[in-house]
């Protein structure tokens, strides 16, 4: 059975290929940092990404994609209260959007708030299939992650299993 730090690394990153899939939208005069960023957390340094984004952040608040790298960055730093606001703030911009739903669920799993991340869990599996599998093969192959990626609803099943 995987820990539950390395299964929720696991959902985080593979909530972050789903991200990072989508279309990169044009940053005024910070697209080049906002590119430097996403490179930064796909190598995964983590700290770099957080700042660069942070920048980013800063100039384009309404930049949904720079809002999710700040958050996922602040995730793997284990800044999560950081990560808390940042989720808070993408979920008032887009309330049914599924995967900042699983990104708090992981917030909410990670400080042992379990039935809130259940709760945020079957929300986040109700409204994206993608979230539900995980990460594809080309996602995976295109980020050397040779293991598959656990999804929401394995989560979200493990811990209706244990409450």
């Known amino acids: 059975m995987r820990s539950k730090t390395s299964l929720t690394a696991a959902l985080s990153a593979a909530l972050m290929a789903i991200v990072a899939t989508a279309e990169i939208r044009t940053l005024s005069a910070r697209s080049d940092t906002y590119a430097t960023a996403t490179s930064a957390y796909a190598v995964g340094n983590f700290a770099r990404a957080e700042r660069l984004f942070a920048v980013v952040a800063r100039e384009n608040p309404d930049h949904i994609r720079t809002l999710q790298g700040l958050a996922m960055a602040q995730l793997q730093n284990r800044e999560?209260?950081?990560?808390?606001?940042?989720?808070?703030?993408?979920?008032?911009?887009?309330?049914?959007?599924?995967?900042?739903?699983?990104?708090r669920g992981i917030l909410n799993d990670i400080a042992g708030n379990h039935r809130s991340a259940v709760a945020d869990y079957a929300n986040a599996a109700a409204g994206c299939a993608a979230a539900n599998r995980g990460a594809t093969w080309w996602q995976r192959m295109t980020r050397d992650v040779h293991a598959h990626t656990p999804a929401v609803a394995k989560r979200l099943a493990y811990l209706r299993r244990e409450l």
């Open 80 to 103: 999560i209260e950081a990560a808390r606001a940042s989720v808070a703030a993408l979920i008032a911009k887009e309330p049914s959007n599924a995967c900042h739903l699983a990104v």
